[in-house]
């Protein structure tokens, strides 16, 4: 698959997207509200097919953005899928672990960090933080000062 | 000098304690007791348990998940026992002073515990095995 053909393939999905941007040649930028999130993920893991690198989180100004950076290895494309969170009070988003499960660590991980709940993962448990550290305490959140 | 100080500086036993470390100081250890520097011919060893340590060395900052686990290898060590503070971590907290999961300098710690700790620090991130084995031969001949 050729670099016109991934974008056709991409276009796809347009309507669930808000915008799709190509900073430099090999970088494309996917935006997409919270609750589209795992069916573009899914369409991007299992139809196109992309190699799944790892998930990062953001404590933006006004959402919280989940990013999804996939890479397409045979013209060295990368492609991140921002999903942004709008609900600061109770911040969540479906979960991808179910179909990708290489994504569970990292979700737990930034479950811990930014408390947003990831909906149906199969294995919400603690990861990173201390034993003792309190409940209800994000410590990569803004509004978390020492 | 009481006789369990001059035991102890005979053949230092050490044992070895990260407390979050990235790993960086803990190889420069390894490196000290592999056949480049052989610290084993001034006879100083690693051992396997706190019990039988006469000294530790100390890498890493001092993680909140880590401190506890500090508190009891030291109680558990026999007394007299000197400190290394290996690296820059161990000695303040480097970079990560102020971080979430620091639990504060690993000597201000030692001392609220035992304020009669004997500390002594290793600067550098991560120090060379030969600013390791200057430290420890200062560190015998001070003591």
Same mark, same amino acid.
């Given at each position: 698959m050729n670099q016109q053909e991934l974008k056709d393939r991409l276009a796809?999905?347009?309507?669930?997207?808000?915008?799709?941007?190509?900073?430099?040649?090999?970088?494309? &930028? #996917?935006?997409? +509200?919270?609750?589209?999130?795992?069916? /573009?993920?899914? &369409? #991007?893991?299992? +139809?196109?097919?992309?190699?799944?690198? /790892?998930?990062?989180?953001?404590?933006?100004?006004?959402?919280y953005e989940i990013l999804y950076h996939y890479a397409y290895d045979q013209i060295g494309y990368i492609i991140t899928l921002k999903a942004f969170i709008r609900d600061r009070e109770n911040p969540s988003i479906e979960s991808i672990a179910p179909f990708l499960p290489g994504a569970e660590w990292i979700e737990r991980e930034i479950h811990d960090l930014l408390g947003i709940e990831f909906r149906n993962h199969p294995n919400m448990r603690r990861?990173?933080?201390a034993d003792d550290w309190p409940e209800g305490v994000y410590p990569l959140r803004k509004e978390t000062r020492q | 000098m009481s006789w369990r100080m001059w035991a102890l500086k005979k053949s230092v036993w050490v044992f070895h304690v990260n407390l979050g470390a990235c790993n960086n100081c803990d190889i420069e250890i390894v490196n000290l007791l592999t056949p480049r520097y052989d610290v084993e011919r001034f006879g100083i060893k690693l051992v396997g348990s706190p019990r039988h340590a006469d000294?530790?060395?100390?890498?890493?900052?001092?993680?909140?998940?880590?401190?506890?686990?500090?508190?009891?290898?030291?109680?558990?060590?026999?007394?007299?026992c000197v400190v290394f503070l290996m690296g820059a971590c161990a000695c303040g907290t480097g970079i990560f002073h102020a971080g979430y999961h620091v639990e504060g300098p690993i000597d201000k710690i030692l001392r609220e515990m035992d304020p009669n700790a004997i500390i002594a620090y290793v600067p550098g991130c991560p120090p060379k095995p030969e600013a390791m084995i200057s430290g420890v031969v200062k560190t015998l001949s001070a003591i």
């Amino acid at each position: 698959m050729n670099q016109q053909e991934l974008k056709d393939r991409l276009a796809e999905i347009k309507d669930k997207l808000i915008d799709i941007q190509q900073p430099l040649d090999d970088r494309i &930028f #996917l935006s997409c +509200e919270a609750e589209n999130a795992y069916a /573009i993920n899914k &369409f #991007l893991f299992e +139809e196109v097919p992309l190699r799944f690198v /790892i998930t990062t989180g953001i404590d933006s100004d006004s959402c919280y953005e989940i990013l999804y950076h996939y890479a397409y290895d045979q013209i060295g494309y990368i492609i991140t899928l921002k999903a942004f969170i709008r609900d600061r009070e109770n911040p969540s988003i479906e979960s991808i672990a179910p179909f990708l499960p290489g994504a569970e660590w990292i979700e737990r991980e930034i479950h811990d960090l930014l408390g947003i709940e990831f909906r149906n993962h199969p294995n919400m448990r603690r990861l990173i933080l201390a034993d003792d550290w309190p409940e209800g305490v994000y410590p990569l959140r803004k509004e978390t000062r020492q | 000098m009481s006789w369990r100080m001059w035991a102890l500086k005979k053949s230092v036993w050490v044992f070895h304690v990260n407390l979050g470390a990235c790993n960086n100081c803990d190889i420069e250890i390894v490196n000290l007791l592999t056949p480049r520097y052989d610290v084993e011919r001034f006879g100083i060893k690693l051992v396997g348990s706190p019990r039988h340590a006469d000294a530790l060395l100390v890498t890493g900052v001092g993680t909140r998940q880590a401190i506890i686990r500090f508190r009891q290898v030291y109680s558990q060590t026999p007394k007299p026992c000197v400190v290394f503070l290996m690296g820059a971590c161990a000695c303040g907290t480097g970079i990560f002073h102020a971080g979430y999961h620091v639990e504060g300098p690993i000597d201000k710690i030692l001392r609220e515990m035992d304020p009669n700790a004997i500390i002594a620090y290793v600067p550098g991130c991560p120090p060379k095995p030969e600013a390791m084995i200057s430290g420890v031969v200062k560190t015998l001949s001070a003591i």
